[in-house]
């Protein structure tokens, strides 16, 4: 019964996790129509990382990412200018936080979170740039303005996926408190 609830509650977390991606992924949606918030491809492979552990949730979310990119440029005529071999880098980096997240402890507050906050500050800077590092390879014609595009872009991008992980730890640390069905631990594998 015990593992039953279990799986149950693995289920429905990987649907909530889905859900975001789907509302947020960084395209005109109908969810971009009232409301448009960041992406929430990272802290959702964050949370996969921790917290499941197994490469098909991670596997799940990198694939609705792909297939949420290919739908937006095929039917809502997005510029596809982002699909070059630097892309396959992209999907990479996303396996990277998924594997990065498996070091941390939680990402509720616990005596751990200096540490847990450093390390998630780490992997997001570091997904960051090996992906716009990739992107920029492939699609730009000179490394000379890397900076002045780093200086323009990291601190937005990186500053809402970092706002994301924040209103994740507020949700992880308080709604077990409120529900305790919600409580979550880490996979055992």
Same mark, same amino acid.
């Given at each position: 019964?015990?593992?039953?609830?279990?799986?149950?509650?693995?289920?429905?977390?990987?649907?909530?996790?889905?859900?975001?991606?789907?509302?947020?992924?960084?395209?005109?949606?109908?969810?971009?129509?009232?409301?448009?918030?960041?992406?929430?491809?990272? !802290?959702?492979?964050?949370?996969?990382?921790?917290?499941?552990?197994?490469?098909?949730?991670?596997?799940?979310?990198?694939?609705?990412?792909?297939?949420?990119?290919?739908?937006?440029?095929?039917?809502?005529?997005?510029?596809?200018?982002?699909?070059?071999?630097?892309?396959?880098?992209?999907?990479?980096?996303?396996?990277?936080?998924?594997?990065?997240?498996?070091?941390?402890?939680?990402?509720?507050?616990?005596?751990?979170?200096?540490?847990?906050?450093?390390?998630?500050?780490?992997?997001?800077?570091?997904?960051?740039?090996?992906?716009?590092?990739?992107?920029?390879?492939?699609?730009?014609?000179?490394?000379?303005?890397? !900076?002045?595009?780093?200086?323009?872009?990291?601190?937005?991008?990186?500053?809402?996926?970092?706002?994301?992980?924040?209103?994740?730890?507020?949700?992880?640390?308080?709604? !077990?408190?409120?529900?305790?069905?919600?409580?979550?631990?880490?996979?055992?594998?």
């Amino acid at each position: 019964m015990a593992n039953q609830i279990n799986q149950i509650k693995t289920l429905l977390a990987v649907f909530i996790l889905l859900l975001l991606v789907i509302a947020t992924r960084g395209h005109a949606n109908w969810l971009s129509s009232w409301v448009h918030l960041p992406d929430f491809t990272i !802290p959702a492979l964050l949370i996969a990382g921790v917290y499941f552990r197994s490469f098909s949730v991670a596997f799940i979310i990198i694939v609705t990412a792909v297939l949420i990119d290919n739908y937006a440029i095929i039917y809502d005529g997005m510029s596809a200018n982002c699909i070059t071999p630097g892309y396959g880098i992209l999907l990479l980096s996303y396996y990277f936080v998924f594997w990065s997240g498996q070091f941390l402890t939680s990402l509720a507050v616990d005596k751990n979170i200096i540490k847990n906050a450093l390390i998630v500050v780490l992997i997001v800077l570091f997904q960051w740039l090996l992906a716009t590092l990739g992107y920029y390879a492939f699609t730009a014609s000179t490394w000379a303005k890397f !900076p002045a595009y780093a200086q323009h872009w990291l601190p937005m991008e990186v500053f809402w996926v970092l706002s994301w992980v924040l209103a994740v730890a507020v949700v992880f640390t308080l709604a !077990p408190r409120l529900i305790p069905f919600l409580s979550l631990q880490k996979s055992g594998r």
